[in-house]
């Protein structure tokens, strides 16, 4: 099974930026998909954006769409997260997941990571 442990929250400005990093142990990093989850308090966690095994297809929710994008080295069982233009309603812990099978669900994905906390405040 796959360990993953994100990191790279903090606070920031609006407008301004951050990386996520999620870093992998524990099995073959390269064969699976793997995706980005927020959850913002009161509220469910949501889908940000999933990226292939080979790093050759992504896909985004609207609400970052062109304000965020995944990334990954397989050499270092390392995901990213570049997120730039922060809005407030940004705030949420983010997770990084392995994704089993093709979707935006929670159900596509599994093998969760404990999440980083990203705060967008003035």
């Known amino acids: 099974q796959v360990q993953l442990v994100e990191s790279g929250g903090g606070l920031v400005q609006p407008g301004c930026s951050l990386r996520l990093s999620c870093a992998a142990s524990?099995?073959?990093?390269?064969?699976?998909?793997m995706g980005w989850f927020r959850q913002a308090p009161g509220k469910e966690r949501e889908f940000v954006a999933t990226?292939?095994?080979?790093?050759?297809?992504?896909y985004y929710a609207n609400s970052v769409k062109g304000r965020f994008t995944i990334s990954r080295d397989n050499a270092k069982n390392t995901v990213y997260l570049q997120m730039n233009s922060l809005k407030p309603e940004d705030t949420a812990v983010y997770f990084c997941?392995?994704?089993?099978?093709?979707?935006?669900?929670?159900?596509?994905?599994?093998?969760w990571g404990q999440g980083t906390q990203v705060t967008v405040s003035s």
């Open positions: 997941a392995v994704r089993s099978r093709w979707g935006t669900t929670e159900a596509a994905f599994g093998s």
């Open positions: 524990g099995r073959t990093f390269s064969s699976d998909g």
């Open positions: 990226i292939s095994a080979t790093g050759g297809s992504t």
